[in-house]
């Protein structure tokens, strides 16, 4: 495994809520302000800021399918992009990720 995965999955497991994101991006504003609205702190990881960015973003692709922004991760566990995530919200359903399902450990 790369320094950079292992590098990933950790910044994955610092937080309860992870967000890889672009300070430029909608989608990636809309998925702060969800967590925002639930009062929920989060790690966010602007890899626009980053020299590595396309590294991560490499390794979010072969962790969860696409290297699109945001990719948002409850507890160790990728539940999607902006839209994801607000669609989550209004079924009730990120409230209950947020708060009731276990912490993995790599």
């Known amino acids: ?4 995965v292992t590098e990933v999955k950790n910044l994955i497991a610092s937080d309860k809520v ?4 672009k300070t430029y991006c909608p989608y990636c504003k809309l998925a702060k302000e969800v967590f925002d609205s639930l009062k929920e702190k989060y790690t ?13 973003q490499g390794v979010l692709g072969e962790i969860t399918g696409a290297k699109t922004v ?17 669609a989550l919200y209004e079924k009730g359903e990120l409230q209950t990720l947020v708060r009731n399902i276990p912490v993995l450990t790599t």
Request: aromatic content about 8%.
């Open 18 to 21: 992870v967000i890889f994101s």
């Open 44 to 56: 966010t990881v602007e890899l626009d800021l980053r020299d590595d960015a396309d590294e991560i």
């Open 70 to 86: 945001p990719r948002v991760f409850v507890k160790g566990n990728f539940v999607g992009g902006g839209s994801d995530v607000k």
């Open 1 to 4: 495994m790369s320094s950079k």
